[in-house]
């Protein structure tokens, strides 16, 4: 075999440093061109070889001699190239050699170099293509990139890497808000100095019947009793959450323009509105919200909160007039739209009471929110839902998790025994 590189890769092994010439017979067409043989097939070559030379010679003596004339191959010049060639060994053992490269259909130059990678570019006439090597590297390239997604979908990689990049973001979101101060997204989790840790110990552990505090405006006051309901494990009760929404709505008047302007009506609220017995009645609760003893009607709210309380759990309902839109949030990711429906029907008539204008809700949208902090014991749900209610009336997503709890019940207790929520 030649040696690799070769033109004619097919032709035999040069032996004689002498530059050889090949003669071939060819016929001749009109004008004296040559014409290229066509290339003989396998069975053909084998009845070729096979068959007497001697008679083979006799046929082609008695051709005219005009019929053939002798073409003078160089095989070593690389200028023309050569589509077909009979070469005649020294065995008289005849060989088919074929080009391996098949002629262009058009003139094609490689003078020309891709300007971007350096790379060489095949230009014609009309247009010029991409870089071949290129392109192949970029379909293998794909082609992996498809098999590995078809086999991450078959393991059920990408439910679980939504969750994952779901919960991560709920925790990070909040720190990539360019317009928020850097304190309010960091003061939520603000740790607590040892004095306050060592005060709400000690309150913790007072005489049972103590008051520890007593918050005038809403007339509640907070026990030791009541206070050990923000201890781990333990539900809360109607008054600790009555008191730390009170304090809520002071945190906003101290500075409006960090919180949202927000209305947090109380755990008994829905429980009037609507009444097992005698189901929806407005006049129940229609003096709550009078503008003497508010201050603001609540259209002129951001958004209003209502507590419910279902038996032995705790969910929050929220009207999102910013919005336009009806919110539910269950620790547990529990529906209930008969709540919404009520809602949205006090809202009508609340607006229709003391501003004597008719709200149409009708094209407000009912959102049972399922991207929060989820509940997975069976203590945290009234803590779970303050939660809610702080972080959405800074202005914050839900970026806080179930492990987030026993911290919440220490601060929360240090923040009504000091009557002022951060």
């Not at 020309?112 to 379909?139: I, L």
């Not at 925790?171 to 960091?186: A, G, I, K, T, Y």
């Not at 009645?281 to 209003?304: E, F, P, Q």
């Amino acid at each position: 075999m030649a040696p690799p590189g070769n033109h004619h890769r097919y032709y035999p092994e040069v032996k004689s440093p002498l530059r050889r010439q090949v003669h071939a017979p060819s016929p001749v067409r009109k004008f004296g061109l040559s014409c290229p043989r066509q290339v003989v097939s396998g069975n053909a070559v084998g009845v070729l070889l096979t068959s007497d030379c001697n008679s083979l010679e006799r046929k082609k003596l008695d051709l005219p001699l005009d019929y053939y004339r002798t073409e003078v191959v160089d095989v070593d010049d690389y200028d023309d190239e050569v589509d077909y060639v009979e070469v005649i060994s020294d065995d008289d053992e005849v060989e088919n050699a074929v080009d391996m490269e098949e002629e262009s259909e058009k003139e094609v130059s490689l003078d020309e170099v891709n300007p971007k990678n350096g790379s060489f570019m095949v230009v014609d006439e009309e247009a010029v293509t991409d870089d071949v090597c290129s392109f192949e590297a970029y379909r293998k390239a794909l082609k992996s990139a498809e098999n590995r997604t078809s086999k991450l979908k078959a393991r059920g990689f990408g439910g679980f890497l939504r969750e994952r990049c779901r919960g991560l973001l709920r925790s990070l979101r909040s720190f990539f808000r360019q317009d928020e101060e850097p304190d309010v997204r960091s003061e939520p989790f603000e740790p607590l100095s040892k004095e306050e840790l060592t005060a709400v110990k000690d309150a913790f552990s007072a005489n049972f019947h103590n008051i520890l505090v007593s918050h005038e405006n809403s007339n509640i006051d907070i026990t030791v009793e009541k206070l050990r309901c923000l201890k781990p494990g333990q539900w809360l009760n109607d008054e600790v959450i009555n008191l730390y929404l009170v304090l809520l709505k002071e945190r906003e008047a101290r500075e409006p323009k960090k919180f949202l302007k927000c209305h947090f009506f109380n755990t008994f609220f829905f429980t009037k509105l609507v009444n097992s017995a005698t189901g929806y009645n407005y006049n129940a609760v229609r003096r709550w919200t009078s503008m003497k003893k508010l201050g603001y009607h609540l259209i002129d709210c951001d958004k209003i909160f209502i507590p419910i309380h279902m038996n032995i759990h705790w969910t929050l309902a929220v009207i999102n007039i910013k919005e336009r839109k009806f919110q539910y949030l269950d620790s547990y990711k529990g529906r209930e739209p008969r709540i919404l429906d009520a809602l949205g029907r006090y809202f009508v008539d609340e607006v229709r009471d003391k501003n004597e204008v008719d709200v149409d809700v009708s094209q407000w949208r009912q959102e049972f929110v399922q991207d929060l902090p989820e509940q997975s014991n069976g203590f945290d749900c009234g803590m779970f839902m303050l939660k809610y209610m702080d972080f959405y009336s800074r202005g914050l997503d839900l970026c806080f998790t179930e492990e987030h709890m026993a911290y919440f019940r220490v601060r929360t207790a240090k923040e009504i025994l000091q009557l002022r929520a951060e």
